[in-house]
């Protein structure tokens, strides 16, 4: 099976037909370095220059795609240059060839060959003139250096560069898919934490709306449909409050007001009176003591949500919230009375315990809800530790 040679590069077929025409105009002129009375030259014949030459052009059709073979092709060309008259562009070609292999050869060889032809120019220029006696000899070196040593060299240094180059360009793709990794994490990280604000200021207020106002409809007595519209306007009212804290925060304070302050467990006694308007039996034992910003909103809102389930789900029965701060951490826990109810006071979207749990996770505590026994029963226990010390940000 024939092997197929890869398609030489425009560039290539450019400089091949290039220096093929310099060639032959050099020719066609009788212009040579050599004279047929030169003791090194062995093929005096006028065509025998021709030789070299084109086959050192066809070389660098391969100059891109097969520097190797294009360099060791060449250099038998360029020696059988130097026993004919010679042709100085079959010289300025093998030059190319030789930069050619470092530039666009394997790393191998782009490492040894600016080695070896410097090894070449040393010897080429000491030794003649050792063996010689003669100065003169010097300038074998300095033929050999020009030749083969400085376009190796250079090659090296232009790979060098474009290796450097490439690598920069590398570090700044790298560095521009991690920013747009981190950019994308920080936007989720930041849907993710409007979403559990979004739910735990609305869904409290709205459960209260959607049960008072079931009660208004289905109990026909003024008195008892106006306490229920009167507890509907309150969290009406304290629902929207919340709201313009909410879009406030995504202004960035750029509204004509000032958003509500974040809320704090100073207002735990207000969430639990409004809880108990509500219609829920709250007790309240806290001693947080000095927290955090980060673990005191987390806590307020997991006390909050924890209401607003109660509110839905538990049972008639006394919910018991407490709060204290032991070894470093702030320990939440709310409990409300467990039992079968037909479905829940009021729809909710299931993301109540999706959001406490992840508010804890942030800040790397631990959280645990579910029924558990107890001497008042079985009731519905949300447990929350949140370390003090090491509290992350919201």
């Not at 989720?188 to 459960?207: C, F, G, I, Q």
């Not at 509500?260 to 219609?279: E, I, K, M």
Request: overall charge neutral; some cysteine.
């Amino acid at each position: 099976m024939a092997v197929r040679l890869p398609r030489p590069h425009h560039h290539d077929v450019r400089i091949a037909v290039g220096g093929l025409l310099g060639g032959l105009l050099l020719w066609g002129l009788g212009l040579s370095p050599r004279n047929p009375h030169d003791s090194v030259v062995l093929w005096p014949a006028h065509w025998a220059v021709l030789v070299p030459l084109v086959v050192t052009a066809g070389c660098e059709l391969l100059r891109r795609t097969r520097p190797r073979a294009a360099l060791l092709i060449g250099t038998a060309a360029v020696v059988a240059d130097t026993v004919t008259l010679g042709s100085v562009v079959t010289v300025v070609m093998f030059t190319d060839l030789m930069y050619a292999a470092v530039l666009y050869g394997t790393p191998a060889s782009a490492r040894r060959l600016p080695w070896l032809t410097g090894l070449l120019t040393v010897i080429g220029g000491v030794g003649p003139a050792a063996v010689w006696g003669d100065p003169d000899g010097l300038l074998i070196g300095v033929g050999v250096g020009v030749v083969a040593f400085a376009p190796a060299a250079t090659g090296s240094v232009v790979r060098n560069h474009r290796e450097a180059a490439e690598a920069a360009r590398l570090r700044a793709e790298q560095t521009a898919l991690l920013a747009e990794m981190d950019r994308s994490q920080a936007v989720t990280a930041e849907r993710a934490r409007m979403a559990r604000e979004l739910h735990d200021m609305v869904a409290n207020h709205l459960s209260a709306i959607a049960i008072h106002s079931t009660a208004a409809l289905s109990i026909d007595e003024p008195g008892t449909s106006r306490e229920a519209l009167g507890v509907i306007r309150e969290n009406s009212v304290a629902g929207l409050a919340e709201m313009r804290r909410l879009i406030g925060i995504l202004r960035d304070g750029d509204g004509e007001g000032e958003p509500v302050a974040t809320p704090t467990l100073d207002g735990l006694a207000a969430l639990v009176d409004g809880a108990r308007t509500n219609g829920l039996d709250v007790t309240l034992d806290a001693d947080p003591g000095r927290v955090p910003a980060p673990v005191e909103l987390a806590a307020y809102r997991i006390v909050q949500e924890s209401l607003t389930n109660a509110l839905k789900h538990a049972s008639p029965g006394r919910v018991a919230v407490t709060l204290a701060a032991r070894d470093g951490s702030l320990a939440v826990r709310v409990t409300s009375p467990y039992g079968d109810r037909d479905g829940p006071r009021a729809p909710g979207s299931g993301a109540g315990l999706v959001g406490m749990r992840e508010r804890v996770a942030l800040l790397h505590g631990t959280f645990e809800a579910g029924p558990e026994n107890s001497g008042r029963g079985t009731v519905w226990t949300v447990r929350a530790t949140l370390p003090i010390t090491h509290g992350g940000t919201e």
